[in-house]
């Protein structure tokens, strides 16, 4: 079974900084486009940022492109978030999630593989 794992949330105050990792069971999510979404209480999941498989290319939801940082250790099957100036509306629960392409996409769609959430809580 392919596992993906998420570690790194925790509780923080506003202007803080966490780093998300996202660790795969297998190379394989190496040759694919990675991404992270979150879902905050009472609201659908939504894209946050995503990373191509060689890493070089990022997208980021505008709310969070100044902000936070995707990256990726091919080589190591990981994959990072590091989140900076940390704000309220940004507690949620945070996903990793494996694409079946290689370029990057936003739509949830794509991404096929999913880990079990890492909560994150900002406070005020």
């Known amino acids: 079974q392919v596992q993906l794992v998420e570690s790194g949330g925790g509780s923080v105050q506003a202007g803080g900084s966490l780093r998300l990792s996202c660790t795969a069971s297998t190379a394989r999510f190496s040759n694919f486009a990675m991404g992270w979404f979150r879902q905050a209480p009472g609201k659908e999941r939504e894209f946050v940022a995503a990373?191509?498989?060689?890493?070089?290319?990022?997208n980021y939801s505008d709310s969070v492109k100044d902000r936070f940082t995707v990256s990726r250790d091919r080589n190591k099957n990981l994959m990072y978030l590091q989140m900076t100036d940390l704000k309220p509306e940004d507690t949620a629960v945070y996903y990793c999630a494996a694409s079946r392409d290689s370029v990057i996409s936003t739509r949830e769609s794509r991404f096929v593989s999913w880990g079990q959430g890492t909560q994150v809580t900002v406070s005020s």
């Open positions: 990373i191509s498989w060689s890493g070089l290319s990022q």
